[in-house]
């Protein structure tokens, strides 16, 4: 990876020269995804799963860029959710599952084998199947089944190889559905308003992203410039904003091609803090007097990006051991960024910090002269697998 090229980041001609896959505009359409979605949804008669009774348990099956819309789906539903939520990458489908259940299986192209397989075997037990995938696929053919539930992708989003709008950017066509269908069964609250707010609220963070605002005015390309050359630990505040911190973690690494972690409080406090103490902390690496050619070249060091909930929506308890963690960071020398929800329902404020953490990781990757549409790598990867 290149030094960063801070001129790149406020040149939105530049940017959008260099975004060859096309991934700001992928992002910038999440609204649209919404939608769409929201559409092809109702085309679907997902609603009619509001006249059946509500399933002893839901499991949710998505692999790789496709697994946050179960981690959207635990959060919004909650501690508090009526069922049991469980999610598989792949097989086996637990034992227990059968006529009283439901599986949701989630694949952009419709052929990713381990929600293939736990939706075939699935319905073969004679669980009800919800499936989000690409039409005249194997996973679309079980969703097309009687009985079951199958809602396409958003048509503007392809899911052939040659894209390179990958589940990573096409997220919302693929959690809109799921998330109606949960809300149908009472399993959390997302009815046809919220998502559509949910929308603009996308829409909204689009526009205070987009390639041609100013680098200080726009949030993801500050929030990229703090992250560059640091080994980023994303740190949620709480249950809601735990997928979001999942998803910037993870977009960061195959966006950006940098390493990074996530946690969520108040579970793993304890197993960041200690970090603070670390190689990575490097309380003494700002130092002046420093000598580059005499002491070497400084490493990577830590940066705490904490996601938080907006203020009202977070309990005092869990505010104090916010403060705290941050306080603890600030005291060891390491540094803290925060991305912080406007007001709005969970499914808002979860939306907006997903987007504004997905534009973040697509600017830090350009800046970088890094391709956040493909990765050689994981390109091998695949085809070393056949």
Known sequence: MTALDEALLADGDRLSA???????????????????????????????????????????AALAGSSVVADIVQALAGRACPVPVVVRHGGPLPSWVGPLDLVVAVSLSGRAPGPVALAVEAARRGARVVTVAGEGSPLADVGSRGGNVHVRPARGVRADGGDPRSSRVALWSLATPVLAACDAMGLLSAPAADLAAVADRLDAEAEACRPWSETFVNPAKVLALEVAGAVPVVLADGDLMAAAARRAAGMLARTARVPAVSGALPDDASEVVATFG??????????????????????????????????????DVDRRLTEAVVTTATD??????????????????????????????AYLALACGVDPARSPQVADLKDRLG
Do not use: K, N, Y
């Not at 000598?291 to 203020?311: E, I, K, Q």
């Open 18 to 60: 260099v975004d060859e896959g096309g991934v700001l505009r992928a992002l910038a359409s999440a609204g649209a995804q919404v939608r769409e979605a929201l559409d092809l949804s109702a085309e679907a008669r997902v609603a009619r799963l509001a006249d059946e009774e509500r399933p002893r348990a839901v499991v949710v």
């Open 278 to 315: 670390g190689p990575f902390a490097a309380a003494g690496a700002d130092d002046v007097f420093a000598d580059p050619f005499l002491d070497g070249p400084t490493g990577p060091r830590l940066r705490l990006l904490v996601v938080r909930d907006h203020p009202a929506a977070v309990a």
């Open 332 to 361: 060891a020398g390491v540094r803290v960024s925060e991305l912080v929800a406007d007001e709005g329902s969970p499914a808002q404020r979860l939306a907006q910090a997903i987007a504004r953490a997905d534009f973040a990781a």
